[in-house]
């Protein structure tokens, strides 16, 4: 009897202890975990690409936690098997599934491709039964400047899915850090009644996210559209000027990047996979700059020089749009210096299907010049919802 007093006496002691040893770890990992929760940052990858698929309705995934965009772009190629995609990085992202016939079966994996070698990579994750029978391949200037590498990243990780535990270690930080700097509005993320499902924190509070045919949604800049432009390409003109970025150290493209690309379009060739690429336009005031930087111009013309004939050698087709005005574009529908809006890339598609017998098989040119003459807004041709 004794011994069990003595039990209930210790206990008593010892829960109280603990419960206060252990409630400010509770009330972190509540604080910490619930923005997550709320706003599906927790979700898997899985899990958004068949939401995205499965569903009619609009679903935006704009994760602020995690980077999980080339895994999900390659999942949902893998989980959907399109006839066409557009690949590179977020300067191909604007693509939008209306540009084509919907029995094309279009998706935008733009954001899948970081350098050049993810080319081939891509196409190393690509079983024969999964590949697009087009790739539409936006080829970053940056991509063959030898002194300069966005993401230097042999093993190729950012096609795997990162493991929870480092998922929710990263989150768990960022998280911490936006609360001390104020940026996580709980009223907002609780009282929203959003009219289409938002997963992750910048889809949920500023309309920022892939949407359901893979483009992406730029809620932020649209809102802002509006608003005084001057000096709004003060950041790239800076770069250019003092050679930093993609810009730096500029001499001549890179010998091992023209023959790692020779590489994909030999392996695309060999699996039927018909190759339409191009350089992405630079808004046409950076372009103007460049040309008045003689390393950048040479480096340009030389880049031109080197793919054009590469392209031919494959049967491939390769398009210039260094310049957005190539296209017919002002700089009213440049996104900012690097990136062009969603009206500037259907000018884009436009003017390469008036060449291409392949694209004017899948896209009604005459059905989009007219939604493109109707359009008065300076970015956007087709709406969030019509995909």
């Known amino acids: 009897m004794e011994s069990l007093l003595k039990k209930y006496s210790d206990s008593r002691v010892f829960l109280p202890r603990l419960f206060f040893f252990l409630l400010p770890v509770a009330i972190f990992c509540i604080v910490i975990g619930l923005p ?3 706003t599906g940052e ?6 958004m690409v068949q939401k995205q698929a499965q569903n009619d309705q609009l679903v935006m995934i704009g994760l602020a936690y995690s980077e999980a965009s080339t895994f999900l772009k390659l999942k949902s190629i893998l989980y959907r098997n399109p006839q066409i995609i557009a690949i590179g990085n977020s300067r191909v992202v604007q693509f939008r599934s209306r540009f084509f016939t919907p029995s094309s079966l279009f998706y935008n994996a733009g954001c899948i491709i970081r350098d050049l070698k993810d080319f081939n990579a891509l196409l190393d994750r690509l079983p024969q039964e999964k590949q697009p029978k087009v790739i539409i391949a936006a080829l970053d200037q940056s991509f063959f ?3 300069w590498m966005m993401h230097p990243n042999p093993a190729r990780r950012h096609y795997k899915a990162e493991a929870a535990v480092l998922v929710w270690r990263n989150a768990c930080l960022m998280v911490l850090k936006d609360y001390l700097r104020n940026k996580i509005p709980f009223s907002a993320i609780l009282t929203q009644k959003p009219s289409f499902e938002k997963i992750g924190m910048s889809a949920m509070l500023h309309e920022n996210g892939f949407i359901n045919d893979g483009s992406y949604y730029y809620g932020q800049k649209i809102a802002k559209s509006a608003t005084s432009k001057e000096g709004r390409f003060n950041i790239e003109l800076n770069e250019i000027l003092h050679t930093k970025r993609w810009f730096a150290q500029i001499t001549s493209p890179s ?3 023209l023959v ?7 392996r695309c060739r060999e699996r039927g996979i ?5 350089l992405p336009p630079f808004a046409h005031q950076i372009y103007e700059q460049i040309q008045l930087s003689n390393d950048c111009s040479t480096y340009l013309a030389q880049l031109n020089e080197a793919l054009r004939p590469m392209f031919k050698k494959h049967d491939f087709e390769f398009y210039d749009f260094s310049d957005l005005a190539s296209v017919g574009a002002t700089d009213e529908e440049a996104l900012d210096g690097f990136h062009a809006s ?6 884009l598609l436009i003017k390469m299907t008036e060449t291409s017998p392949r694209l004017r098989n899948v896209s009604d040119v005459e059905y989009l010049k007219k939604r493109l003459e109707s359009s008065s807004h300076p970015y956007w041709v087709f709406s969030k919802y019509e995909f």
């Open 36 to 38: 997550l929760l709320l």
């Open 42 to 47: 927790l979700l898997s990858v899985e899990q």
């Open 145 to 147: 400047n030898p002194n």
């Open 255 to 257: 010998g091992s990047a």
């Open 260 to 266: 790692e690309l020779d590489h994909f379009l030999s």
């Open 274 to 278: 018909y190759v339409i690429g191009f």
């Open 342 to 347: 969603e009206k500037a890339c259907l000018r």
